[in-house]
């Protein structure tokens, strides 16, 4: 008994010392090289953001009315309960339309450099136009969206107090930089991040070692920055094409905003902040777990098969990018009125 014992005590020494040895000294340093701590909420560009304009964007925000069919608001797909996302391969719009790629957390995304998996849209307000006026998302027109908002008294108050001086505030641009002033204040604060600025104790050993293997492997060679990723374009497969299922053949990604040969297949890098609570992965959708991510991960862009040991450890990292969220009030919309425009079903497809 006192041999068993004996023996367990140096086996958990030795489990210890190697822990400790494979935590670089100077992590945090090299971490600090690469990454960014999440700062205060920024402005969204050339919109400066006032409490009225957050208020008012909120509002917008979860107000399913800005879709014709009265169904779809942007928290449908960008579920603020949920990680910011819908938990689906591919969201369902209009008509119980199926979209083409899985709708990214709406977290942090004012970080992204662009926006869309394509990178189409160049800020949060380009991005907010989009599906509202997509024939699978929400299906609407600026003018009638302008038409509806109009038709509500209370949104007539709300846009004059967040756009004052205005001659007609309730504009299709004013409704997207509202939008994007409430995104803009979606970030959430994560341990990764009290790490970066000093807390030894924010990850624990296992967290650590998976750094440095996302380090070490070339993870961090694109995913990087403040969001840990977001910040450029790769194509998916670098050293191996991942399968059709999981890269579907029909979306080229860059390719069709580029009409370049060499963006076929190219997308945004996926940001990584709260990617433990959004699933699935990718931008088809087709991956639920996020271990077998990461390793489809080493074998398409950085050609190695990682271990066991190796994948659990930059879960264990990637867990603790898992954030903070913001607690959210659902507000009380506005209520329409005999002029508001009647919402439009009609099942297109399923």
């Known amino acids: 008994m006192k041999f068993l014992f004996t023996a367990m005590a140096v086996a958990l020494v030795a489990a210890t010392a190697f822990a400790a040895q494979s935590i670089p000294p100077d992590l945090r340093e090299t971490a600090l090289a690469i990454f960014k701590p999440l700062p205060s909420i920024p402005e969204v560009t050339n919109n400066p953001r006032t409490p009225e304009k957050i208020a008012l964007g909120k509002a917008l925000f979860f107000d399913p009315r800005l879709s014709s069919s009265g169904v779809f608001s942007c928290n449908s797909c960008h579920n603020l309960a949920t990680g910011g996302d819908d938990n689906r391969e591919t969201s369902i719009g209009h008509g119980w339309q199926k979209g083409q790629r899985n709708a990214p957390t709406v977290f942090n995304s004012v970080f992204n450099k662009s926006q869309f998996w394509d990178g189409r849209a160049e800020d949060l307000k380009a991005q907010a136009k989009g599906p509202i006026q997509g024939g699978a998302e929400m299906a609407n027109t600026s003018h009638q969206v302008v038409e509806t908002l109009k038709s509500m008294p209370q949104y007539m108050e709300w846009f004059q107090s967040a756009f004052p001086g205005e ?29 970066l600025n000093g807390d030894d104790t924010a990850i624990g050993p296992e967290g650590k ?33 991942p399968s059709a299922n999981v890269l579907p053949e029909n979306d080229k990604g860059r390719f069709a905003i580029t009409n370049v040969p060499e963006d076929s297949y190219v997308f945004r890098v996926a940001p990584l902040r709260n990617v433990a609570i959004t699933a699935p992965y990718f931008h ?22 990682l271990t066991q040991y190796e994948v659990d450890r930059i879960v264990a990292f990637l867990n603790s990018l898992t954030g903070k969220l913001p607690k959210i009030a659902y507000p009380l919309l506005p209520t329409e009125t005999a002029a508001t425009p009647r919402p439009q079903s009609q099942i297109l497809g399923k």
């Open 284 to 305: 088809s959708g087709k991956v639920w777990d996020l271990r077998q991510a990461v390793a489809t991960m080493g074998t398409t862009q950085l050609g190695e098969e």
């Open 209 to 241: 070692q998976g750094l440095a293997l996302f380090i070490e492997k070339g993870c961090s060679s694109c995913h990087s920055g403040v969001n840990l990723g977001g910040e450029g374009y790769y194509p998916f497969g670098v050293v191996e094409k």
């Open 167 to 195: 001659a007609e505030p309730i504009t299709f641009d004013n409704l997207t930089n509202a939008l994007a002033d409430y995104e803009a204040t979606l970030v959430t604060p994560a341990p990764f991040d009290a790490f």
